[in-house]
């Protein structure tokens, strides 16, 4: 993580869609639990990406996305919030509104910066 700083870090819970069971699946092992969510920037590279770990003490990676320029950011709720990448489509379940707007503030500033 050579020089890449955090423009905001929020609590949400990080799912995946299962399009074959038409699900919404935590990101890592099982339990859908809380993770630390960051949207890092790297100045260098003038790239952004999503990184969250989960709260519990094996602080698994939950997810590593890119924000690739031009990508759509749905709020689909003010406490859910989702996008899709070449892959996967990501969806953020935040433990409040509050860090809902905050995450969608900075998703908004870097998809702008890009
Ligand atoms: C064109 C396009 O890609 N469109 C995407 C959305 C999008 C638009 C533009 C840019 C990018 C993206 Cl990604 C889309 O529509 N997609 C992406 C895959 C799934 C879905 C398709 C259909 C269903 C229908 C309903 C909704 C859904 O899933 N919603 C609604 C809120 C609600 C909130 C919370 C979660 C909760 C954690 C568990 C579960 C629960 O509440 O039990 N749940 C939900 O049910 C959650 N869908 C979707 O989002």
Not at 8 to 27: E, G, I, N
Request: hydrophobic share 35%.
């Amino acid at each position: 993580m050579s020089c890449e700083s955090s423009i905001c870090q929020v609590r949400a819970t990080v799912m995946l869609y299962d399009d074959s069971s038409k699900r919404w699946v935590p990101s890592g092992s099982d339990s859908p639990a809380l993770s630390r969510v960051h949207i890092y920037h790297n100045p260098s590279t003038h790239t952004f990406r999503v990184v969250g770990r989960k709260l519990q003490a094996d602080q698994q990676v939950v997810i590593n996305c890119p924000i690739i320029k031009g990508m759509k950011y749905n709020q689909a709720t003010p406490n859910f919030h989702q996008w899709r990448d070449p892959k996967q489509v990501w969806g953020l379940n935040f433990s409040s509104k509050e860090d809902g707007a905050t995450f969608s503030k900075a998703m908004t500033y870097a998809l702008d910066a890009l």
